[in-house]
């Protein structure tokens, strides 16, 4: 049984990981269903989310790769400026989250938690799509360090379960003037390094407690959602090269209301 809970588990985080609608909450919420709750869920609901985060480095491997060679990773290159800006934008959740981590995982990872993220997250996406609509760069090579900080420091909220990374980092791109779809592959490229301290670090704390079974659950779940995703990133990039984010702030309106709704009725914890 534990096995096709981490089948579903990979699934929702392949489906959920680069919108913005918090792949976090959505697996949190999940294993809330299917009473997925064994010691080593959360170190498996960040550690699945790396998946993910494998398809977008795969998408944009040729880009990846273009930026390492010698003359473009060199001081003043468009590589070194690249991997720069996405550094400076990963240090100020890197900080905080090492700083949190402990307390977010013992006390903010519920299904009550992520209800009211997703509505103050809806809320705010709301807002910032509606105030924010000076589009400068439509690029996200065209940005500066200084503005890829302020990403970056729009990315903490996302230590909270529910606001979504993807979110708070495309909210605080177009804050500094990046369409939407440029912010949401800066978002992209910032959760390269961010996913996978996150994972190292939640590995490196339980690996040594888990059992064969868990192993196998967390393989299935980290291979599932690598594919999952690979088959949603290409589509969620057009989708906003078109649309506004609108249906996700009333989707996430919609999950919080019923989330609630569930708790209030002891459904889920």
Known sequence: MILLKALIMGIVEGLTEFLPVSSTGHLIMAADLMNFNDSFVPMFEIVIQLGAILAVIYYYRQKILESLKPKNIAPGGWGFKLWFKVFVAFLPAAIIGLLVNDFVEEHLFSSFTVAIALIVGAIMMLMVEKHFTNVRFRNMDSIGAKRSFIVGIAQCMSLFPGMSRSASTIMGGMMVGMSVKAAAEF???????????????????????????????????????????????????????????????????????????????????
């Open 187 to 269: 978002s992209f490229f910032l959760a390269m390094p961010t996913m996978v301290a996150a994972s190292a670090y939640s590995l490196v704390k339980g690996y040594q407690a888990m059992t064969f079974v868990e192993w196998t659950a967390l393989i299935i779940g980290f291979v599932t959602s690598f594919i999952v995703a690979l088959l949603v990133v290409e589509k969620f990039l057009s989708y906003l090269g078109k649309h506004p984010l609108k249906p996700f702030a009333y989707y996430r309106l919609a999950v919080g209301i019923i989330m609630i709704a569930l708790i209030l009725f002891k459904v889920v914890r």
